[in-house]
């Protein structure tokens, strides 16, 4: 690991020490990646265009890794071995912190997005990622085939967290079907791995935010800032009540407000590095995981159809997952900016 001038920051070494929360970083560039273990980060996060950008950033570090790569590789093949070598580098890196049941010293590798809907092929590659180390954590869309493939997964024993995942529906099928993996894993003498259930909670509020700029209802700014915590705070809740032991991954987070309304949950944090540096100017070390939401927000945010669909338990069948807006503006993303030009990548 190559040296840096760490800067401490207060908030997150008071999270992840005194609160059930865990931190993973939320990038896959070196220099940050640093920082974020320096500051109590105990994995990382990655996806298609993380692993594109830690590439393009820091050439020089990867080649002789890149030079590795069977020759004639291409397409597909090509995106996955380049996956592997970002994803196999840091699970090397985040080994002494390896904890399973604490959800510690993990790093993600993600399917291809360009398959969300095909549940076999998203099986036979997760098989193949979760081969590279026994604390890499396989991605998969909160899809209804990537819910199957995730349930697949969980009865094999991997690693797995669904992604992709905006809605409190979406969280709850990968609850559902962490718990079916587990006992068909049981019943094989399997032990099972690291579940996670994913919600996006900053990408919702992008959504939404556009959709009521659209359809201009009566939702304000600030209603619409508070959707995606509104939203993970259902699943935490239904979570309790249910018993499930898959961690709740809040993701793409826009502010450290949004972090902080989550202190003291029993979560794993994905915090991107421009979030970690915000989170150092929030002085009040308080758990808000308990404080509702208003419900007037509530109320108010309940006048669009799309904020409905995400914060209703029951608001999405699971075969229409993969048509929500924020689902395929995401998974856009992945294919556009990471995924492709991975295949691509020289």
């Not at 760490?6 to 940050?32: C, F, G, K, M």
């Not at 579940?195 to 990408?203: D, K, T």
């Not at 007037?296 to 993969?322: C, H, N, S, V, W």
Request: hydrophobic share 45%; glycine share 8%; with cysteine.
């Amino acid at each position: 690991m190559i040296e840096n001038a760490h800067i401490e920051n207060a908030y997150l070494r008071w999270l992840t020490q005194h609160t059930p929360a865990v931190y993973w970083h939320d990038s896959a560039i070196r220099a940050q990646q640093l920082e974020g273990f320096y500051n109590g980060a105990a994995g990382i996060t990655t996806n298609p265009f993380l692993i594109y950008q830690a590439l393009s950033c820091d050439p020089g570090f990867w080649r002789e890794r890149v030079a590795g790569i069977p020759k004639g590789l291409a397409g597909d093949d090509r995106a996955e071995a380049l996956t592997r070598c970002v994803a196999a580098y840091y699970a090397a890196q985040a080994e002494p912190y390896y904890d399973l049941a604490k959800g510690r010293g993990f790093v993600c590798a993600q399917t291809n997005p360009n398959r969300t809907g095909d549940a076999a092929y998203m099986i036979a590659q997760a098989e193949r990622l979760a081969s590279w180390a026994k604390n890499i954590c396989v991605k998969l869309p909160a899809t209804r085939a990537g819910i199957e493939a995730y349930e697949e997964c969980v009865a094999r024993g991997h690693n797995v967290a669904a992604t992709v995942s905006f809605t409190v529906a979406q969280a709850l099928r990968a609850g559902e079907a962490r718990e079916r993996g587990k006992k068909r894993a049981a019943a094989n003498g399997v032990k099972p791995g690291l579940g996670i259930a994913v919600l996006m909670v900053g990408r919702l509020d992008d959504y939404l935010r556009d959709v009521a700029q659209d359809s201009a209802p009566r939702v304000r700014e600030g209603d619409i800032v508070q959707a995606g915590i509104a939203c993970i705070k259902r699943a935490y809740g239904i979570f309790g009540e249910r018993g499930y032991d898959t961690f709740l991954m809040p993701a793409g987070f826009r502010a450290a407000r949004q972090v902080a309304d989550l202190a003291g949950a029993r979560m794993i944090l994905s915090i991107a590095p421009a979030i970690a540096e915000a989170v150092r100017d929030i002085a009040a070390l308080e758990e808000r995981i308990h404080v509702p939401v208003d419900p007037g927000t509530i109320d108010r945010l309940y006048a669009m159809p799309e904020f409905r669909k995400a914060y209703e338990p029951d608001g999405m069948a699971p075969e229409e997952f993969i048509t929500y807006g924020a689902a395929n503006r995401t998974t856009g993303q992945f294919v556009h900016d990471g995924w492709n030009p991975l295949a691509a990548m020289e």
